[in-house]
């Protein structure tokens, strides 16, 4: 169906209606959420009897899409990572849609740090977000309790989680207190998250280009402490070198304290790990100065007729960012047994303001899961800064997942060095950063 795309094809459908071909319909092997979506195009038709929705599997694969773009098989409308956007921009590969947002329901009450990560710099606007989470500190609540911790009090610096991290190993039977990834670029997504808790950065814009800006007294601190908690402490245990299902795994079986996360790792320990949605909660993250921002949008293909772009629009608006859908759609997780009363569960973290308020409101009617325990990171979110992951940002976490290696598996890594040759090599990827 991929192959069949119409983004360069013709803008009417069957019967003169405008069709638009879209991305992100879930796999078969995810019946409920292919369920949904697939009801949701019924509807939607059904409530705008001038739109063909034509929707294909899958998301984005970076691998392909500039093919499939030359190609003109490309979609009308395209999921993409925060990741993508600028890249995809400075390429002339996205539409703009500034002035056919401008028109959309609710459009402002998306908060506009989200919508940012889809402007030019010129401040045009090339897409839409549909989902966003920040990272966090996952815990268990069971091995905060057996310690002697109050898991209604989860720790809020990282000089309380190493406290805690001891006192969660100290119950002995290889309970791992904190745990982190360091492998497949996992290890630098994890260390920039550690770094923007602490202020710092991993790449800032000088002038029309981009730099390294890591090398600094509060990454030297964060691996500092990270490689006590590793060495000194004895409180991550003797295997490194993980990922995040080694780390999920451990968790689901009741053998980790914390890690950090976003809460969309909750219904994962549950689901493939064995988990209790009871048994764990997530606090904001520690720190306080600034956390991970990550999600996912849409865009919508350059050579999309205007009839096209405003169809598109229209269907990411109704199905992604409709505040009057927002009682269906839980109601939607609570019929089909999926939980409700996760932070960013059923409905996306992109609001602000009243929205917001009402949709939080409507969660916690319709809440089938412990809501408190994730009250810490709700409390969080709401006042901490979010940061964007760094431009070309796998090949940067490739390249930092060597610092976090070294750090967690040689106890005399010498950290400065480490960042000095990590900042070289990362500022020859953003050379490249158009």
């Not at 602490?198 to 730099?211: I, L, N, Q, T």
Request: overall charge negative; proline content about 6%; aromatic content about 8%.
């Amino acid at each position: 169906m991929a192959a069949c795309g119409s983004g360069s094809g013709d803008s009417t459908g069957a019967g003169g209606k405008v069709k638009v071909s879209v991305t992100g319909q879930p796999p078969t092997s995810q019946p409920f959420e292919r369920g949904v979506f697939d009801a949701d195009v019924k509807e939607f038709e059904e409530t705008h009897p001038d739109i063909d929705i034509e929707p294909h599997e899958g998301f984005m694969d970076p691998k392909t899409f500039s093919a499939k773009l030359a190609g003109g098989q490309l979609e009308d409308v395209y999921y993409v990572y925060f990741t993508d956007p600028a890249q995809i921009i400075a390429r002339r590969q996205a539409a703009d849609i500034t002035e056919a947002a401008k028109g959309l329901k609710n459009f402002g009450d998306i908060k506009p740090e989200l919508l940012d990560n889809f402007r030019d710099a010129d401040g045009k606007l090339y897409g839409l977000p549909t989902m966003n989470y920040s990272m966090g500190l996952l815990y268990s609540r069971p091995l905060f309790q057996k310690a002697g911790l109050d898991p209604n009090k989860p720790p809020r610096t990282w000089d309380e989680v190493r406290e805690a991290a001891k006192k969660i190993a100290a119950l002995g039977n290889g309970i791992v207190g904190y745990a982190d990834y360091s492998k497949n670029n996992q290890g630098g997504w994890h260390l920039t998250g550690w770094l923007y808790s602490m202020g710092s950065e991993v790449a800032r814009k000088d002038g029309d280009k981009w730099v390294a800006a890591f090398d600094n007294d509060k990454a030297k601190a964060t691996l500092s402490r990270l490689r006590a908690m590793r060495w000194d402490d004895d409180t991550m245990g003797s295997k490194q070198l993980l990922e995040a299902q080694d780390v999920q795994r451990m968790m689901g079986a009741g053998r980790l304290g914390m890690y950090m996360a976003a809460p969309d790792n909750v219904p994962v320990l549950v689901k493939q790990f064995n988990g209790k949605y009871e048994d764990y909660g997530v606090a904001g993250m520690p720190g306080g100065q600034g956390t991970l921002l990550g999600g996912e949008g849409y865009m919508v293909n350059p050579k999309a007729s205007p009839e096209k772009i405003k169809a598109g629009l229209e269907w990411v608006r109704w199905k992604y960012l409709n505040p009057e859908r927002f009682e269906k759609h839980v109601q939607q997780y609570v019929d089909g047994k999926q939980p409700v009363g996760l932070p960013a569960e059923p409905t996306p973290d992109v609001w602000q303001g009243a929205v917001r308020d009402r949709q939080l409101a409507i969660k916690a009617k319709h809440a089938n899961v412990p809501a408190e325990n994730f009250q810490s990171y709700v409390d969080t979110m709401s006042r901490i800064k979010g940061s964007i992951e760094p431009p070309s940002a796998q090949q940067v976490y490739a390249i930092l997942d060597s610092v976090m290696q070294a750090v967690l598996t040689d106890r005399n890594a010498n950290i400065d060095q480490q960042l000095s040759s990590a900042e070289s090599k990362v500022n020859s990827v953003l050379a490249q950063v158009k």
